[in-house]
């Protein structure tokens, strides 16, 4: 029984999960830009997560909202 269902785990990762991987395996000899988009699109996301966190940081700058103060956490004291 739990043998089957080990079995089943992996062909449902081997057969369906998987298969988007599968498909770029087999166009990257054909298109590397292609093969690559996921990845470029992963750099891309970040890029814009880093810059929407530092303007954030740089609005809290500004409004001098941020405790600069040297005990502003408990370990610092």
Not at 57 to 74: A, G, P, R
Request: net charge negative; glycine share 4%.
């Amino acid at each position: 029984m739990f043998k089957d269902f080990f079995y089943s785990i992996g062909w449902l990762f081997n057969e369906f999960l998987f298969l988007p991987f599968d498909i770029l395996r087999s166009i990257q000899f054909e298109s590397w830009y292609l093969a690559n988009i996921v990845s470029w699109s992963f750099i891309f996301i970040g890029i814009l997560g880093a810059a929407y966190w530092l303007k954030k940081l740089k609005e809290f700058e500004n409004n001098n909202e941020e405790n600069k103060d040297i005990t502003s956490h408990s370990f610092l004291k």
